[in-house]
């Protein structure tokens, strides 16, 4: 597992590394340092935690904000779950809660965006990285531009899409023009590993890059900064 100096503050965690001595002693030093932590759910990564997971971890590593559990294209099935996951929010106020639009037409992700919105222990709306995929690119700008005008809720977007990597590129000013908080991604690191550059062609993210060697110093430090450019505009 490499880790790599932070540089924005902002980190994701994954539930399934959540018994790692090393990732845990990493992380809870960069929350003593004053970084953001979200803890993702892993349904993404096909490995949802159970909701005693998750708030297990949420103590232990001392997280900001925690990813409710959400169903992979299906909004129906994940508002149930933020129905459901509200009680346990409220044994744990302490703290933040994002909840992930799900669905497979932009109609779809309208009215599970709506109805996440409404729930009141819901602080972040996160747009998974798939919607560029399963309704089409610019999707996520236009789920952004709604959320920014209809909602109260704060923006995250869940992942780059290897398929559409020039999205942050081309909408990356639009993003922070609407208010988006952040995105995570591990591309530059896997990017790295294929020995290519962010500005090349489409890279899938290798199941293993969570334990691979990232062998070119140079041009992670490149594809670090390419990516930091297109969310900062630096």
């Known amino acids: 597992m490499l880790m790599t100096t932070p540089t924005t503050g902002y980190q994701l965690l994954l539930p399934q590394h959540r018994d790692d001595p090393l990732y845990h002693n990493y992380y809870r030093w960069r929350r003593a340092c004053g970084d953001f932590l979200i803890l993702d759910n892993g349904a993404c990564e096909g ?3 159970t909701a005693v997971q998750l708030m297990d971890m949420a103590t232990r590593y001392m997280v900001n904000e925690v990813v409710i559990p959400d169903t ?4 129906d099935a994940t508002v149930q779950q933020a129905y459901k996951f509200e009680v346990v929010t409220r044994q744990w106020p302490q703290f933040r809660y994002m909840a992930v639009a799900q669905g497979q037409t932009y109609e779809g992700l309208l009215t599970c965006i709506d109805a996440l919105a409404a729930l009141p222990y819901v602080h972040t709306l996160a747009i998974p990285r798939h919607v560029e995929n399963t309704v089409g690119p610019g999707t996520r700008y236009r789920l952004v531009e709604y959320i920014s005008a209809e909602c ?8 780059t899409n290897p398929m ?7 909408f990356g000013h639009f993003y922070r023009r609407f208010g988006v908080r952040g995105i995570d991604t591990a591309s530059p690191y896997y990017y790295t590993m294929a020995n290519k550059s962010l500005l090349a062609e489409a890279e899938e993210r290798p199941k293993d890059y969570f ?6 110093g140079e041009l992670l430090l490149l594809n670090l900064a ?6 900062y505009g630096q």
Request: charged share 30%; proline share 3%.
């Open 47 to 49: 490995k949802l935690a």
């Open 72 to 75: 992979l294209l299906d909004g």
């Open 152 to 159: 109260e809720q704060d923006i995250h977007l869940l992942g």
């Open 164 to 170: 559409h990597m020039q999205e942050l590129r081309a």
């Open 211 to 216: 334990t691979r060697e990232v062998p070119n």
């Open 226 to 231: 390419i990516m930091k450019e297109w969310v």
